[in-house]
């Protein structure tokens, strides 16, 4: 038993999805009503703060370039103009912390690339297409093996799959909380929502190419 915990733990997906909430739980706090309430100064400090771990979550998968994006329809949905400069200063400490992270994609004359910063940027590109770029990966979905010549994977298959893994009571309990915090017009809620729905639609358009639940 200890061992099997121990295997779980030393999953790359764990420490992956540990990175992205953490990056999403640190964003809920910039943009909470009492973050916002208080100083600019005050307000970038909490901003810069929750920028290191989204580009810890960044430099763990690349499914956490979609977090910016849910995060920030959120904040906008929530504050308007207001959000801009904190989420320019999250985003812009997120991608620092990413690129200083990560040697590859420091300004140094790799061969094959542009000198300096150029070079990075290309490096970026490959990256980001690499990652979306990959082999198809087959999955057996009620008795038939997808995708196929006559068929693409079922749009409901990442749907089925996430609630037929997941424990009822916990799914049963994180909705009710979810209702409850949007009633309450909780920003924690609205950022939630949007960053986990965006990942979760994404890869059911795309899972053609992707093992969609392996994602997730």
């Known amino acids: 038993c200890s061992s099997d915990l121990h295997a ?4 790359p997906e764990v420490v992956s999805a540990a990175c992205f909430l953490a990056a999403l739980y640190s964003a809920t706090a910039v943009f909470s009503p009492e973050a916002m309430a208080q100083h600019r100064l005050r307000r970038t400090a909490l901003a810069s703060a929750a920028g290191l771990l989204l580009g810890l979550a960044l430099l763990a998968k690349l499914t956490s370039v979609l ?3 849910g995060v920030a329809a959120g904040a906008l949905l929530r504050w308007r103009t207001r959000a801009l400069a904190p989420l320019i200063v999250w985003g812009l400490t997120g991608v620092a912390v990413f690129i200083a992270g990560w040697p590859w994609l ?5 061969p094959g690339y542009s000198p300096g910063w150029m070079g990075t940027f290309e490096r970026i590109k490959e990256f980001v297409f690499v990652g979306v770029d990959r082999p198809t990966v087959y999955v057996w979905y009620f008795g038939r ?8 994977v079922p749009w409901h298959f990442v749907w089925v799959f996430f609630f037929a893994t997941m ?4 799914t049963g309990l994180g909705l009710l909380g979810l209702v409850e915090s949007w009633r309450r017009r909780n920003s924690a809620a609205v950022l939630l929502l949007n960053s986990t729905l965006l990942v979760v639609l994404l890869l059911d ?5 992707l093992n969609s639940s392996h994602l997730v």
């Open 167 to 170: 424990p009822p009571g916990m």
């Open 205 to 209: 358009r795309k899972s053609t190419r």
């Open 145 to 152: 093996q997808a995708p196929s010549a006559a068929e693409r």
């Open 67 to 69: 977090l910016p994006v």
């Open 106 to 110: 420091w300004p140094f004359d790799f």
């Open 8 to 11: 779980h733990l030393a999953s």
